[in-house]
C-alpha cells in the first residue's frame, strides 16, 4: 500500500507533551506515512512548527485561526500569523465557523473566516474549515469569496448526503470522515456508503474522536487504519482502494 495519510491531526497538542514524536512513530509504524498538522492559534503554533522540523518528511503544517479562539481582540491574535509566513505551508487552517459553543463572536468569526479565505486565495493554497453547527453561514461564505483558486475540505464530515452535494456544487472540495464514522449511533456510518471515495480524506482529528475499538482514550494518527477499515467495510470494497484512492486525493490537495 502507498501509505495512508491522515489529513488532520493535533500531534503537537499538550495531550502528547513529552511524546510526540513516539506518536509520529507509532503512525508509520501503523503504515500512516504523512501528517498534517493544522493551526489552531499563537499559543501552539511553535510546537507545532517545531514538530514539523523534525519531521521535515511526514509532517506538513498549515497557518490559520481557529473558530473557537476567535474574540473581541481577535485582530491582535490573527496579526500573529504573519510572523509565520516565511514557513512553509501546506494550507490555510484550521479555519471556520463553530456555533455549537457560543454565538458571542458570531459576526468577528464570519469576519475572520472571509478574510482566511481571501488569504488561501491570495496564496493559492487550499483551506481547512471546522464547521460546527453553521452549515449555511459557511457555505454562504464561501459563495461570497469563490475565486478559480478556491479549494479545500470540511473536516471532521458527519452531515448528510444532501449536505455533500451542497458542498460540491462549490467546486474543488473534499470532506475528511474521522473516528465518528466507526461509532454505532452516527449517521455518518450510513451516509459514508454514498459518498464518492474520490472526495474523501482520512483524519484523525488527534487527540479527539477516537475510533472505535479505543473510543475513551486518546487518539492519535497510527488509529487511521480503523476508520480507512470502516470506509472499506461500508462502501463493499478493500482497505487497499482505501488507501491509494484516499492517499492520491490527500497528495493532490496539499501538495505533499
Known amino acids: 500500500m502507498p501509505g495512508m495519510i491522515d489529513t488532520h491531526c493535533h500531534l503537537y497538542d499538550e495531550a502528547f507533551s513529552g511524546e510526540e514524536d513516539a506518536a509520529v512513530e507509532r503512525a508509520i509504524a501503523a503504515g500512516v506515512t504523512k501528517l498534517v498538522l493544522p493551526d489552531i492559534d499563537s499559543k501552539s503554533r511553535e510546537a507545532m512548527f517545531s514538530l514539523a522540523e523534525r519531521h521535515h518528511d511526514v509532517a506538513y503544517p498549515c497557518l490559520g485561526l481557529h473558530p473557537t ?33 457560543s454565538r458571542e ?17 491570495q496564496l493559492d493554497l487550499p483551506v481547512i474549515i471546522h464547521n460546527r453547527e453553521a452549515t449555511e453561514a459557511i457555505i454562504s461564505i464561501i459563495k461570497k469569496h469563490q475565486h478559480s483558486n478556491l479549494r479545500g475540505v470540511f473536516h471532521a464530515f458527519t452531515g448528510s448526503i444532501e449536505t455533500f452535494r451542497e458542498i460540491q456544487k462549490l467546486g474543488d472540495w473534499y470532506v475528511g470522515i474521522g473516528g465518528v464514522v466507526t461509532f454505532k449511533k452516527a449517521s455518518i456510518g450510513e451516509t459514508v456508503k454514498d459518498i464518492p471515495l474520490e472526495r474523501i480524506l482520512l483524519e484523525t482529528d ?13 487518539n492519535e494518527s497510527s488509529y487511521i487504519p480503523f476508520i480507512a477499515s470502516k470506509i472499506a467495510l461500508q462502501q463493499g470494497i478493500s482497505v487497499e482502494e482505501v488507501d491509494a484512492v484516499t492517499t492520491a486525493n490527500a497528495r493532490k490537495l496539499f501538495g505533499i
Request: glycine share 8%; aromatic share 14%; net charge negative.
Open 69 to 101: 479562539e476567535v474574540n473581541a481582540s481577535w485582530k491582535d491574535e490573527y496579526a500573529t500569523i504573519e510572523r509565520w509566513m516565511g514557513h512553509k505551508i501546506y494550507a490555510i487552517g484550521e479555519i471556520g465557523l463553530d456555533f455549537y459553543w
Open 105 to 121: 463572536f458570531a459576526s468577528e468569526q464570519e469576519e475572520v473566516l472571509g478574510l482566511q479565505l481571501e488569504l488561501a486565495s
Open 206 to 218: 488527534c487527540p479527539y474522536l477516537t475510533p472505535v475499538p479505543h473510543r475513551g482514550e486518546r
